[in-house]
């Protein structure tokens, strides 16, 4: 049975945040889990983009991310899409939060543009204040 949630969430995004930001971290699928009571194999479908979490999931793993729900909610190509972050969120999640926004950008080029940003962030930051 198809959870209805998987019409609403981009499991994609929050694959792709998830492992981002457990290699950021040096986590590895197990250590996630523990953390946030999401088994192993659930991450590692969601990672792969091959799971469907149910909302109990979403809520912990966004609020593992410290990420706003919405930044994985699929958007009606006619909406325009809000730039939703909290002010505590690094540097390079909001600057990716305004380029998937762009509707001048294809969503690869955004992601594209994300990750070149994050490179050079980190490049250039003085220690500590990533």
Request: proline content about 5%.
């Amino acid at each position: 049975m198809a959870d209805k949630n998987e019409n609403f969430i981009n499991t994609v995004e929050l694959g792709r945040a998830i492992k981002r930001r457990r290699e950021e971290l040096g986590l590895s699928l197990r250590d996630v889990a523990d953390v946030t009571n999401v088994s192993a194999s659930t991450l590692s479908r969601i990672e792969n983009g091959t799971g469907k979490p149910d909302a109990d999931n979403i809520a912990r793993l966004t609020g593992w991310l410290d990420m706003p729900i919405d930044r994985v909610m699929n958007k009606q190509a006619s909406e325009v899409e809000p730039v939703i972050y909290y002010p505590h969120e690094a540097m390079p999640e909001i600057v990716e939060a305004h380029l998937r926004a762009d509707k001048k950008l294809t969503p690869e080029t955004a992601r594209a543009l994300s990750e070149l940003f994050r490179v050079a962030y980190k490049q250039f930051s003085k220690p500590g204040e990533e």
